[in-house]
């Protein structure tokens, strides 16, 4: 599995950005794909998951401002991102675990939000 991840950049606070993860070669075989962030001197932390089965989970820190959704036609999961805060600005990371315990990571992707 191969994860492609796009969509950062630089927005104000109280802005909105969305990110994409587009998943290639065995997307099917993915139970769990989410994303992941890592601020500066911060460890890396969950943002964001869903399950193949549509159920979600989202760190409590961005619940009610970020939403995670899923086009499996395109293989692709979006994060969309609203109420941005400055402690929001961290690299961003697509992950997929597939049921077998292989774990896939894509590049990341920067977010930086200014005050």
């Known amino acids: 599995v191969q994860l492609q991840a796009s969509g950062g950049g630089l927005v104000q606070a109280g802005g909105s950005l969305r990110l994409s993860c587009a998943a290639s070669?065995?997307?099917?075989?993915?139970?769990?794909i989410g994303w992941y962030r890592q601020g500066s001197g911060k460890q890396r932390e969950l943002v964001a998951g869903m399950r193949s089965g549509g159920s979600t989970i989202y760190a409590d820190s961005v619940k009610g401002r970020f939403t995670i959704s899923r086009d499996n036609a395109k293989n692709t999961v979006y994060l969309q991102m609203n109420s941005l805060k400055p402690d929001d600005t961290a690299v961003y990371y697509c992950?997929?675990?597939?049921?077998?315990?292989?774990?896939?990571w894509g590049q990341g992707t920067q977010v930086t939000v200014s005050s």
């Open positions: 992950n997929a675990d597939s049921p077998d315990g292989q774990d896939y």
């Open positions: 070669g065995s997307a099917f075989s993915i139970d769990v």
